[in-house]
């Protein structure tokens, strides 16, 4: 057996991957980047190698310092984890030309499977069925726009060398073809190194399913019954469960025999998931249609639900067969038990879906009878912008998938995370769904049913609790020690008539900018706030509130209560316009923290409106800044490769007074969405 593992990732995986070795009595050592010094994935290994800066390419996908770090600390295996250098068939041979295990499939496989078009001839030779299109990886611009001309729209532009729904753009119609193409490529170029795309039909009314397998050296594969990933943002999951509810037997056996194929095609070896989509307009068929989408030649960040209804431990069975034992179980051992539904939780703006970056000042999460937490993160955790914004993932089991569904509302209403923040009530909301409930998903469940989704306002019990941590730390003054009394040191009478201190809050993820006031009193004993004009004897105690300071001296309170937690932000009490500002002028910043990809524009260029002023990257994912009408660019503050955080200042823009020659006098121009 493997006796000591090097554990080349960071974060939840990380964790998982060392839990998974303590259990088999196996040694476990971390790597860390300057930025994850203080995480827990470095404390909690037997040992930890520091890589080097907190850039991924000087640290984590440095591919000659993790095969150091691993012959170093006498290690014997590499587990890759998910991301990084997962699916990097270099890593693979370098690990493996070290004398070390890697737990994973061969670099042959990885490099075949990691080519989308290479893996869609293979396994549909094998019998495997998949979408039609164009998988030649050889063609040009032009070759494209003709392939595409013969596909028919609606259809998708999809990276060769792609994962994580990076490198695709879904193309309706032949008008929208030249930019999806550039941006795909360029999205692929700077996300894997490599720009060919391919072309497929664009499937109608999808469901994203997908069939989790096992194989070792001597040629047995089983799989894993299926799971349903459907639920996405920006072609990346956000909910996960086992079995799918739209398949039944019949449908699990034939795309349970269709992965086992397209695995024994390939000769895998080790855990891997072969994607299909689904096409739920045929699911009332005899014979519902599903294609082959692609391979993860490594663990996925959903493989919890699959353990949690199959009983199986799938980081152990890895580590079985990378030191070369068979498989202990056959494809009659597995059984489904119950129903298991997992949320990726992220730091990241919930309506705009936008990273996030901060300190964890306060974490609270879940436990209990069926359920999972697998986090990365601990109070005191720094989230920072160059890494994956996601912070762990809540995993519930039930018997059925209705009491699943009530389980992890549960445990989504008693998780908080202060400091940062998050998609936790947009998570909320899908799983509350009644179409969500029903299991009537498909690839754009959010658009369909959460496009117009708004976090709702923070409750009155944490404007209160709020206010009153504002208060004390603008007067000063120590609490008296009675944990009733949220108004400390404010005293009973203020004069003028008024009464009482007033605090004012926006809340950032509140899109109408709406300004929420609070006025706390104390009258003859009773205890009072008035809400936006409105007073109410409030309950006490108030719930604990975590204060921090944002980089431009701005007060965040952040306070659970009610299976919420809201994000406050004092407002000051005056505001004093800068008589030298230009007027008109609008500076431009950037919408989270990242990199500058591209600034096609410079200072004095006249623009029109729906202009893209700058490419911001974060993620491998681009965000443009769009002119919203005509203008004149004025000063630009950054140059392309900067780093940039949220709210950082890209460059002015003054609205230009006159209208557009190609636009009525009587008609404003119109910002393109």
């Known amino acids: 057996m493997i006796e000591r593992v090097l554990v080349a990732n960071r974060g939840e995986i990380a964790r998982r991957v060392i839990r998974g070795c303590r259990a088999l009595g196996i040694g476990a050592v971390a790597v860390y980047s300057d930025a994850d010094a203080g995480e827990p994935h470095v404390h909690e290994a037997d040992a930890s190698v520091r890589l080097g800066p907190a850039p991924a390419p000087e640290s984590y996908l440095d591919i000659d310092r993790v095969v150091a770090a691993a012959r170093a600390q006498g290690c014997d295996a590499v587990h ?5 250098l997962a699916e990097s068939a270099a890593f693979a041979r370098a690990v493996v030309e070290a004398g070390l295990a890697f737990v994973g499939p061969s670099a042959e496989v990885i490099e075949l499977m990691g080519d989308k078009a290479a893996a869609k001839r293979t396994l549909a030779q094998a019998g495997v069925p998949v979408v039609p299109g164009e998988d030649r990886d050889d063609l040009d611009h032009d070759d494209l726009v003709a ?11 999809k990276a060769v060398a792609g994962g994580g729904g990076k490198g695709m753009r879904a193309v309706h119609g032949a008008g929208e073809l030249d930019e999806a ?7 692929a170029a700077a996300a894997f190194g490599d720009d060919r795309v391919l072309l497929e039909r664009l499937v109608s009314r999808p469901r994203h399913v997908e069939i989790q397998v096992l194989a070792d050296r001597y040629g047995q594969v089983v799989h894993l019954l299926e799971r349903e990933c459907s639920v996405q943002r920006r072609y990346q999951k956000v909910v996960e469960e086992a079995p799918s509810p739209a398949v039944d037997a019949a449908l699990r056996e034939r795309m349970g025999a269709a992965a086992v194929r397209a695995a024994e095609a390939v000769g895998y070896e080790g855990a891997g998931t072969v994607e299909f989509l689904l096409d739920a307009t045929s699911l009332d068929g005899a014979e519902p249609a599903f294609f082959f989408m692609e391979m993860n030649t490594r663990l996925q960040v959903e493989h919890p639900v699959t353990e949690m209804v199959t009983g199986l431990d799938l980081v152990a069975l890895q580590l079985q067969v990378a030191a070369g034992k068979p498989l202990p179980i056959t494809q009659d051992d597995v059984r489904v038990d119950g129903h298991a539904i997992e949320v990726r939780l992220y730091a990241e703006d919930p309506v705009e879906q936008l990273p996030q970056v901060g300190e964890i000042v306060g974490l609270d999460l879940p436990s209990g009878p069926g359920i999972r937490v697998d986090a990365g993160i601990a109070r005191g955790s720094r989230v920072t912008r160059h890494y994956d914004p996601m912070l762990g993932k809540l995993v519930v089991h039930a018997p059925d998938r209705p009491a699943a569904c009530e389980r992890l509302s549960e445990a989504l209403a008693a998780t908080s995370v202060r400091g940062v923040t998050t998609n936790l009530e947009l998570l909320a909301a899908i799983v509350g769904h009644e179409r969500f409930r029903a299991g009537a998903l498909t690839t754009s469940f959010i658009p369909d049913h959460l496009g117009s989704w708004r976090p709702s306002p923070a409750p009155p019990v944490s404007l209160v609790a709020a206010a009153d941590t504002a208060c004390q730390a603008h007067l000063g003054m120590p609490r008296s020690g009675d944990p009733t009394s949220p108004w400390d040191g404010l005293g009973p009478f203020r004069p003028g008539g008024v009464g009482g201190w007033r605090v004012n809050f926006t809340e950032p993820t509140d899109s109408s900018g709406t300004h929420r006031e609070v006025r706390l009193r104390e009258r003859l004993g009773e205890r009072t706030a008035e809400l936006d004009g409105e007073e109410q004897v409030v309950p006490a105690p108030a719930p604990p509130t975590d204060r921090t300071l944002g980089v431009d001296g701005s007060e965040h309170l952040w306070v659970h209560a009610e299976g919420r937690t809201a994000h406050l932000v004092v407002e000051p009490a005056t505001r004093h316009g800068d008589a030298a500002a230009p007027s008109g002028v609008t500076s431009f910043t950037s919408p989270m923290p990242g990199s500058v990809l591209a600034l096609p524009v410079s200072t004095g260029d006249r623009v029109a409106a729906g202009t893209t ?12 800044v769009v002119a919203p009408t005509a203008g004149t660019i004025g000063a630009i503050h950054v140059q392309v490769g900067d780093p940039v955080d949220g709210g950082s200042p890209l460059l002015e823009f003054e609205p230009s007074t006159e209208a ?3 636009t009525p006098d009587d008609e404003p121009p119109r910002a393109r969405p």
């Open 147 to 157: 392939a595409a001309q013969r596909i028919g729209f609606p259809l998708l532009v």
């Open 660 to 662: 557009p020659e190609d």
């Open 613 to 624: 002023l700058a490419l911001v990257e974060a993620m491998k994912m681009e965000h443009p």
């Open 80 to 84: 890759p984890g998910y991301g990084f």
């Open 181 to 187: 193409l550039a941006g795909a490529r360029r999205e």
